[in-house]
């Protein structure tokens, strides 16, 4: 049948091809009008760019000195909002450099690598992510992340930690949220 077989409505609509329910992009909720994003996925983001805009950002820990659950669930799931929502979107190469250079400094300081010698390199991040933002390739609240996590992380091995853990979580929030490079939604 041809796109011109179906009925129109009264006014000169398209007929019933307009009337399918639109899904969110990021967890295929059904939204309402013309919007591709729901509510809640909205609010998450804003939730997201309050988390790393707040005052007491990026407090992993809490007062015994053990990860935060916050930081590996509601804090990491709002943040890939944010960051897939950003201005650009952040794409999973883009993630992954970063992702992939903080794991390998997790990995050289469990083979007694010294801890001041991955401060060096955690610290290479910061004018690496504000190229990149510069460059218009990442957006500005993915270069917050980086930015703050880093300078709380090089306070001492155990901070260092509680970051991984927390960005290992946001990765994987990701994960179906933001696009490869050049690609549609995955």
């Not at 407090?59 to 930081?71: F, I, Q, R, V, Y």
């Not at 929502?85 to 469990?110: D, N």
């Amino acid at each position: 049948m041809a796109r011109n077989d179906y009925a129109r409505r009264p006014g000169g609509g398209q007929g019933l091809r307009d009337q399918r329910p639109r899904n969110c992009r990021f967890c295929n909720a059904v939204v309402q009008g013309h919007d591709d994003v729901c509510d809640p996925c909205r609010q998450g983001a804003q939730r997201g760019r309050e988390h790393l805009n707040g005052p007491s950002y990026p407090t992993l820990l809490n007062a015994e000195g053990k990860l935060c659950a916050d930081s590996l669930d509601a804090w990491a799931n709002d943040l890939a909002l944010a960051f897939a929502q950003g201005s650009p979107a952040l794409t999973k190469s883009q993630l992954r450099g970063f992702y992939g250079h903080v794991k390998r400094l997790e990995s050289s300081l469990g083979r007694n690598r010294p801890f001041e010698d991955v401060v060096c390199e955690l610290t290479r991040l910061k004018p690496l992510v504000h190229a990149r933002f510069e460059r218009k390739k990442i957006p500005r609240e993915f270069k917050t992340f980086i930015e703050r996590n880093v300078a709380a992380s090089v306070a001492s091995k155990e901070e260092f930690g509680a970051f991984v853990r927390h960005f290992e979580a946001v990765a994987a929030f990701c994960e179906g949220r933001i696009k490869d490079e050049g690609k549609g939604r995955d």
